[in-house]
Every structure is written in structure tokens, then in C-alpha cells.
């Protein structure tokens, strides 16, 4: 069974500042990894897919890597901004279409 | 991508009772989802919605408690049974479309059980 880990389960940083946002899985036979934003109370925004042909997307001031070898995801988001602070959340698709979630990162940018 | 619409977007209903949550896709899609995000937790599949059959369900979750429908390419139904306090969740459908892998969400409905 897939497991995905994301650390850290919180981070707060000023305007400006890089966000690094982790993602790590245990099993590398993924078919995708899929990045989402979500809002409080709200649903699911997609921000990037990879392939696990692929190493990287990259959209605007989004970017995100895999390493399946290490069985890691990073999404990085560069000149944070206060409409930046949500929960991300890392997913980890199958074949099949389904998708493992791992346990969010929930940022907060600090103007 | 999709469009995605789900009614109700939020509900407080007594134990016992049951509800019926719609979602609504504005084109054709492959795949349908059903997923659940209880309070503080990340989410959890329920199951599939196989359009024309039978849903397809997940370790842990049974079609005498969450029955779905799904009659159409663009749409599904989701009921919540005989609920009880820990039915209190986000409960989200999540489509593919036609020729991708990449998945989309509705805006969820918020459900709490008194």
C-alpha cells in the first residue's frame, strides 16, 4: 500500500520568501504525482502533474520535481505571497486513476 | 479540464437520517471518484462511480452505508445512511476527463451530523 509522508505539517514564512514544500513515498511504481492547493473548507485546486516519465512541471512561479529512484516530490513556490497561504497537498496516482493522499502542508505567508 | 458542481455544498442533519449528495461535471468524463475528508485528516477514497454498473468501493467502505449512482457520463450520486457524528466530513467527487490522467474536484460538501 502506497504511503505518502509531507514535511513539514506547517510553515509560516514572511512575504517574499521561497517556499520548499516536501513530498515523500514509499512504493516508486507511482503512474503519477499530482500537486493540489486546497482553501479552508473549500475543495481541491489542481496545481501540476507530473508523469513519472518526466522530472519536472512547471507553471508561473510553481515548480515541482520527482525523483522516483528516492521516492520524492518537491513543489517549490517562488516570491511567496499572503494568497499563497493554503494547505498543499501531494497525491500519488495509479494506473487506475486512483489517487493516495498525503497529510497536507499547511502554509502561512506573513505580510 | 472540468467543471465540477456538487449540491448541497454544506448540510446539518440528525443521526439516523440519510443524505443524498449530487455531483455534476459540465462534460464527459471518464472516471468518477468519491472521496471523504473528516475534520483535521487528509482524504480517503470511498469508491468509484462505474457509469451504468455497479460502484466499485474501497477497503473499509460498503454500498449498504454509501450507495452511489452514477447514470450518465456527467453525473453521480453519493448517499451518506443511517448517519451517525462520525459521518461528519468533506465529502468530494473527483473526475478525469477523456484522455488524462489529471484529476479535478468539486467544491465539496460540508456535512455535520448532530
Known amino acids: 500500500k502506497q504511503e505518502v509522508t509531507q514535511i513539514p505539517a506547517a510553515l509560516s514564512v514572511p512575504e517574499g520568501e521561497n517556499l520548499v514544500l516536501n513530498c515523500s513515498f514509499t512504493d516508486s511504481a507511482i503512474y503519477n504525482l499530482q500537486w493540489f492547493r486546497q482553501d479552508p473548507g473549500k475543495g481541491l485546486t489542481s496545481l501540476l502533474l507530473?508523469?513519472?516519465?518526466?522530472r519536472e512541471q512547471t507553471s508561473g512561479r510553481l515548480n515541482a520535481s520527482l525523483d522516483k529512484s528516492s521516492g520524492r516530490s518537491t513543489l517549490y513556490i517562488a516570491a511567496s505571497q499572503p494568497g499563497d497561504s493554503a494547505t498543499y497537498l501531494c497525491?500519488?496516482?495509479?494506473?487506475?486513476?486512483?489517487?493516495?493522499f498525503g497529510a497536507g502542508t499547511t502554509v502561512t505567508v506573513r505580510a | 479540464s472540468a467543471v465540477i458542481s456538487q449540491k448541497p455544498s454544506r448540510d446539518i442533519c440528525q443521526r439516523g437520517t440519510s443524505l443524498t449528495i449530487q455531483c455534476q461535471v459540465d462534460?464527459?468524463?471518464?472516471?468518477m471518484f468519491w472521496y471523504r475528508q473528516q475534520p483535521g485528516q487528509s482524504l480517503t477514497l470511498i469508491a468509484t462511480?462505474?457509469?451504468?454498473?455497479?460502484?466499485?468501493?474501497e477497503s473499509g467502505f460498503v454500498i449498504d452505508k454509501f450507495p452511489i449512482s452514477r447514470p450518465n457520463l456527467t453525473f453521480s450520486t453519493l448517499t451518506v445512511s443511517n448517519m451517525s457524528p462520525e459521518d461528519s466530513s468533506i465529502y468530494l467527487c473527483s473526475v478525469s476527463v477523456l484522455g488524462g490522467y489529471e484529476q479535478y474536484f468539486g467544491p465539496g460538501t460540508r456535512l455535520t451530523v448532530t
Open positions: 497525491a500519488l496516482g495509479s494506473n487506475d486513476y486512483k489517487l493516495s
Open positions: 507530473i508523469q513519472s516519465s518526466q
Open positions: 462534460s464527459q468524463v471518464t472516471m
Open positions: 462511480a462505474n457509469q451504468g454498473s455497479e460502484a466499485t468501493y
